[in-house]
């Protein structure tokens, strides 16, 4: 849970267990390392399109949901095209 303090008002990529990629502003966590996201967007991947940004603006998500949670570079993350960006979705995690 402290290692989420370092993250606080920084851009974050979360991956859910559901495949999901959430990008978004970090605003709190809770010891259960559930997080609210502000000003947050999901990047659907698809093979066949470029990559679709769904804003979703000021997001929960329950900690036991997430599998990963990255810094984002801001500069690098402009630089790239997403709209020419393909990549297979990931696949949901099954117990």
Not at 19 to 48: C, H, K, P
């Amino acid at each position: 849970m402290s290692s989420l303090q370092g993250y606080v008002d920084r851009r974050v990529l979360l991956i859910l267990q559901d495949g999901r990629t959430i990008v978004g502003m970090l605003a709190g966590f809770d010891q259960r390392s559930s997080v609210v996201l502000s000003n947050s967007t999901e990047r659907i991947y698809s093979a066949d399109e470029g990559v679709e940004e769904v804003p979703l603006g000021l997001y929960l998500v329950k900690g036991d949901m997430i599998m990963l949670v990255g810094e984002i570079d801001a500069e690098e993350d402009e630089k790239i095209d997403l709209s020419e960006l393909r990549a297979d979705p990931m696949v949901p995690i099954r117990y």
